[in-house]
């Protein structure tokens, strides 16, 4: 193998950053999960539809499993882990999903939790997180019932004031 | 450092991840535009990665280089104009999608944007990218197509504008030489015409079955421009000038409506695959022409 088919990145990864050399094939999804080991990263399809490996990279929601290791070169990731703090206590969205039965066997959720915070934080409104953002997961458990009552419960406390 | 495993065992019956490739990164044009002087016919240009990442994950596609071309610098603006807008090939979907600006002037584009995949996917995608793509089920395409829009590219050899009714030539395949580059598109606002964009696929977010680019523009009810852009019903987007000059001078009135979506049933020789025969997209087509054509009518009643 010659050196291009290796990539040399730098990437914050919830706060602590990453100096890698990886096959240039690398899935960034492969490389937070296998390499350095944030194993709370889920790989569903691979291909993009499900939105289980859903992160935020600079803050958006973005499909992990369809983004090349060496395209996050200075990368900000965040993952379903980075958005607690170690002994605090559970985010209002996270803590909505508890309360409010909104997962079972837990696979989508990080990908779900993550999208709604991006897509909330960015300024999208309740209907269209409902909608669309929703939309781009697939949750084989649930029915969505209760992933919509937590949303909704958590909604004022997630979303910036103005876009209430 | 490897996330996957060198047992040659275990890589040769692995067909889920990509298989190796070279990889660059140029973060200027003329780099971009030397690479694919020297390497065009075995490398692949990577913008978004929407689509392309999961035809190398699934092996569909195994080129020998991929070029990133998403840090090449200038190539990501957005410009409107009175009534133009011109989109840098790497400017990402999403971001087309939310502008004032293009919603203002060009409303049809986010609204056809607001069907292609979903905001996960459009964050990262890019309208050049769909564009260069082709695929035949994309909506940007038409867009294109229904607008007259033009795709510029560039070689290290210079560059040439190219009219969206030339571009797409077949199923993935454009007008696009292996050493060119699409750095723009550029579509204005037909005239007076309001547009409706109609998909219809399973879910939300999935590959369209059928869809269309509907516009119409009305003077008192007489029809003074039509256009009638289809996707997902051949080898790329299928725009039906002469049945839309049929009926320029016309009254619209829903009989006419049903003589146009009889038209387009007629038409149009859309493929069978796995996911629909021939007939289905045939009726589906006439049926959302209806659709759209009476609710293009109704917004008309309402603004008068």
Known sequence: ?164 | MSAYPRNDAIAASVDVKPASFRFSRPTDLDEALALLAEHGDEAVVMAGGQSLTPLLNLRMARPEMVVDVSRVSGLDALAVDRDAVTIGATCRARRVELDAEVRAVLPVLPEALGYVGHPQIRNRSTVGGMVAFADPAAEIPAVLRACDGTVELRSANGSRQVAATDFFVGVYQTARADDELVTSVRLAAPPRHRFVVTEHARRHGDFAITGGIFGLALEQRIIRGLRLCFFGVGHGPVRLEALEQRFIGEEFDDRLIVEIAGGVGHLLTPPSDVHASAAYRQHTAAVITKRSLRALAHEGATHG
């Open chain 1, 1 to 164: 193998m010659d050196d291009e088919q290796f990539v040399e990145i730098a990437l914050t990864v919830n706060g602590a950053r990453h100096e890698v050399r990886c096959e240039a094939r690398t899935l960034l999804s492969d490389l937070l999960r296998d390499e350095l080991d944030y194993k709370e990263v889920r790989v569903g399809c691979e291909h993009g539809v499900c939105g289980a490996c859903t992160i935020m990279v600079d803050g958006e929601a973005v499909r992990s499993c369809i983004m090349l290791a060496g395209c996050a070169d200075g990368a900000e990731i965040t993952t379903v882990a980075g958005l607690v703090r170690e002994g605090e206590e559970l985010p209002p969205l996270q803590r909505a999903f508890t309360e409010h039965h909104g997962f079972q066997c837990g696979f989508c959720t990080a990908g779900i939790l993550v999208s709604v915070l991006a897509e909330a934080k960015a300024g999208r409104s309740k209907e269209e997180v409902l909608a669309d953002t929703l939309g781009g997961h697939i949750c084989r458990c649930t029915g969505y019932v209760n992933i919509r009552r937590a949303i909704n419960a958590a909604w004022d406390e997630i979303a910036p004031e103005a876009a209430a």
